[in-house]
């Protein structure tokens, strides 16, 4: 994810980036433009047409694409905003975990202490890898029986790492280092980050509706390729600039919006997992050290 200054403008508006739709888009506004200009010199100096109230039928066909776009933007941000809400969450309950167990554990117990500490950091990277391509359980951090061989037992690492923690939790209970209602409060944690990882696969194995997506491009297609059939009688060659910009301001909002409504992958609009990670990571060897 991009840092940036949202007060800004001038930087922002002057700015060229990959993440910036217009660079994306430029050989589709070149090919727009292009077959404008072939359809003006075509109807204006060749045939001479001559039409009447041209632009009215795309002026409401343009408001309720409008408003279809909308709708589509809003529901990709709906998917990007929840992503941020849950990793918020993954925050929060790591750091609940870690502060419980540092209080349970014995203080003089070091190794259970960073067996929880890596097997939690373990945890939300993995949830981040299997979200994206995939998990390289080498990347992974190691200790004692659990090792990569460990962790590719099952296709499914965060639910293997998660069984790992649980056992650990259980030995305890039953060695008399924690209580029943101590082991209680640490389940009701635990179950937080299995239901994290449950609703991002939620989101990301859900997009919109193929139909809608389908429907959405054909009309933007229709409605930029005949547009200039009657702009350019009543504008002339000035239709060239102005089905450009029309065509870069309705493909763009398509093209952002499917960008974020997937919002766990490295497109620079995507959510800065791999931060929040870090930042998982430095508060677990911080609390439990």
Known sequence: ?????????????????????????????????AYTGVV????????HASFKNTTVVHSLVGFVLSMLLVFRTNTAYERWWEGR????SFVNNSRNLSLKLDTFLPKEDNHTR?????LISNYVYASKEHLRAGVNTNELEQIGKYN?????????VPNQIMGAIYEEIHQLYQKGVITGDQLFILNEELRSFTDNIGACERIKRTPIPYAYSL???????????????GFVIEFKYWAVPIVAIIFYVFA????????????????????????????I???LSEILK
């Open 1 to 33: 994810m991009i840092t940036y200054n949202p007060k800004d403008w001038w930087k922002l508006i002057f700015a060229f980036h990959r993440s910036d739709t217009f660079m994306f888009l430029l050989p589709g506004i070149l090919g727009v433009a």
């Open 40 to 47: 003006a010199y075509i109807e204006n100096d060749i045939f």
């Open 85 to 88: 809400k849950i990793w918020g």
């Open 114 to 118: 960073q067996v929880f500490r890596i």
């Open 148 to 156: 990569s061989h460990f962790f590719n037992q099952k296709k499914h």
């Open 215 to 229: 429907f959405l491009k054909k009309v933007i297609f229709l409605y930029v390729f005949t547009m200039p059939i």
């Open 252 to 279: 763009s909002i398509e093209v952002l919006a499917e960008e974020i409504e997937d919002p766990f992958g490295t497109d620079a609009n995507d959510l800065p997992t791999d931060t929040i990670y870090n930042t």
């Open 281 to 283: 990571h430095d508060n």
